[in-house]
């Protein structure tokens, strides 16, 4: 399928899943060489903003846009996001 035959809504929604998945990797870069270099201090680094971001979608209400619901969702996500970025650093 070519571009060409990608609806405009569509193609918005990629090329924002693109912008993402290269944030992804250069943030990735940076944590990688955090971890290898300062690992302690990166992995206590991750470990407070777990909690800040606990409190932040939680009790202080963060994305005030979303349903309770939804933002425990998100912050579930985000939650285990940071969870996985050490675990995969520490496996890699």
């Known amino acids: 399928m070519s571009e060409d035959d990608v609806s405009p809504e569509r193609a918005v929604m990629i090329r924002l899943r693109a912008r993402l ?3 992804e990797r ?3 870069a ?3 060489e955090a ?3 300062r690992p302690a201090e990166t992995e206590a680094y991750i470990e407070a903003e777990r909690a800040k971001c606990a409190d932040g ?3 202080r209400g963060w994305a005030a846009d979303l349903t309770d ?3 425990r969702m998100l912050g579930a996500e985000v939650d285990s ?3 996985a970025l050490v675990a995969d ?3 890699g």
């Open 69 to 71: 619901a939804e933002r």
């Open 81 to 83: 996001g940071l969870a």
């Open 26 to 28: 250069a943030a990735w």
């Open 57 to 59: 979608f939680g009790r």
């Open 21 to 23: 998945a290269v944030v």
């Open 30 to 32: 940076g944590f990688a």
């Open 35 to 37: 971890m290898r270099t």
């Open 89 to 91: 650093a520490k496996a």
